[in-house]
């Protein structure tokens, strides 16, 4: 049935600690002081679902970049564009684009399990590998239990033939339309149900026929399970499930929610690669994906794990920096109107037809590099840059994504609009050869300094208020903020 090759995750730096959201709402909503503890994963003012995506397939694919892929799916239900393929700018981003198969998958918190599934049908019948992925960037309205229990993040699963480091033992599926929350066309927020609703005639009855039905399949007993996932912030629910499936209570994953938070469509996949940091061969995982239905994939665990064991769940929790203030959180997320200035209100009108005549050096950070005397430079242009060569028409691509560079001049700016002043920016000369002024991101104040080691992440260089496009481009970002 194929396998798991590779997987990763990106969860952003930033923390918001749940007592300073807590302290900010509980006037009005004293239940809120029982979810006060731990923190939650945020997104930064320039980071979404596309962003985050990105992140985590860099950090399966590494310096091979797309290249060689059959397949991206990216699943999400909070994906910036409606009617424009976020899966596609993903693509671009990663020098995938072309012969290529992309699909956008959502509108259900199960979406990251049924992309993962779609991705083993396609995988095995075209014999590719496919790159799954899956974000979330949720918005929740100020002081409810879902802004409480909420995070950000995004998981990236490589599928194809052979055992990888999981294989795929038994799947099943049911679409059943229970309706736990839902969002409407045009709606900015989720409306929930009540949770004795969700938990009795949800989670307990939907479920565990699903985990019996792939067990059957697998043949194996529920004790055969090593290790349950199953995403889901109300209390003890996880466990419930398992014991009605005959699954040890010790057998259930914690679901991360105190030091990241329920993160939608990623989140069984999330767990999933937090499971497989630590997983010993022939170790079976049960991952349940819920939302409408249920997905149920059977994994066991190869030898190959230990030649290619995953760690970004482990790290990427461990690069975090708390977020001082909840109003900033909610300046990032446009929960608060604020007087942003003159200088906000400049129209960011994107030229369409521009962006796509440059979406290589835009979307992909494709420079050049002179075939005569290998002086490489950003952008591309007509002319080496080089004086002592000066040849015209002799440059070809470069790629500039996988560069590190050091800071040879910076500015911190508060008189430039940016959504967290000030706005850092500079001159950084790549390791490999070449230079640009680009933003910086991730970086704190007072902190940056010359000779700082930075290397380049995709994110949004600013938002078009008035037609809600989100225009995408390139900064360097400090190597320890990775």
Known sequence: MGGISAIGAYIPRLRLSRKLMTDANAWFNPALKAFGRGERAIANWDEDVVTMAVEAARGVLGKTSGVGLGAIYLASTTAPFAARQNAGIVAEALHAAGAL????????????????LAAFDTAMARKQRVLVLAAEKRHSPAGSVQEMTSGDAATAVMVEEGDGIARLVAQRSTSVDFVDHYRAQGREFDYGWEERWIREEGYLKLVPPVIAAVLADAGLAADAIHHFCMPCTLSRVPQAVAKKAGIADDRVRGNLDGVCGDT?????????????????????????????????????????????????????LAARKELAGYSRFLAFNDLVKLERGLRAEADKQTPLTTLYRNRDMVLGLVGGRCERCGTIQFPKAAICVNAACGASGSQVDQPFADFHGRIQTWSADQLTYCPDPPAHYGMVQFEEGGRMTVDFTDVDVGAVDVGMHMRMVFRIKEVDPQRGFVR??????PVTAA
């Open 101 to 116: 198969r992309t699909m956008d998958v959502g509108a259900s918190q199960r979406a990251g399990t049924t992309a993962l």
């Open 264 to 316: 939608g469509a990623a989140h069984a996949l999330l767990m999933l690669a937090q499971v497989l940091e630590t997983a010993k061969p022939g170790e079976r995982i049960l991952v349940i994906g819920f939302g409408q239905g249920v997905d149920a994939l059977l994994f066991e665990v190869t030898a190959g794990i230990d030649k290619a064991r995953p760690d970004t769940v482990a790290s990427s």
């Open 472 to 477: 995408y481009f390139w900064k360097a970002a």
